[in-house]
């Protein structure tokens, strides 16, 4: 077995969208900035990285890439700041976290967790 090197031990989750341009529009609401996008022509179908920090997320046009319907799961330290960005509430959840869920123009769900408020200061 190959050993991998640091640099090659990443896992970028791949999302199906239908238009792109509109989806980097919904995560950069998250925090998300768009590296790139790649098209073979103009007029073919785009691929986007878009990164908040070291989080890294491929949108696809590609119709073969990625099933519609996704779920991914992204821890945030601020829960509070997504709520509002979205205007909805968080709910707590039985393993010490809250958790909202949204779903992105293309039907992706995002489950995204933060800490519990009493437990930001309790380390003081």
Do not use: C, Q
């Not at 970028?12 to 238009?19: A, E, G, H, Q």
């Amino acid at each position: 077995m190959r050993a991998w090197n640091d640099r090659s031990k990443k896992v970028i989750p791949i999302l199906r969208v239908n238009d792109a341009a509109k989806a980097v529009a919904w995560y950069a609401r998250l925090g998300f900035v768009k590296e790139w996008e790649h098209r073979f022509e103009p007029g073919f179908p785009a691929f986007v990285s878009i990164a908040r920090g070291r989080v890294r997320l491929f949108l696809s046009e590609h119709t073969g890439d990625a099933r519609p319907d996704t779920l991914l799961y992204l821890r945030v330290l601020a829960i509070d700041a997504v709520e509002r960005e979205f205007g909805v509430t968080a709910e707590e959840a039985p393993w010490g976290a809250w958790e909202l869920e949204l779903r992105d123009p293309d039907g992706n769900r995002l489950r995204i967790a933060g800490p519990i408020p009493s437990a930001e200061g309790a380390s003081g």
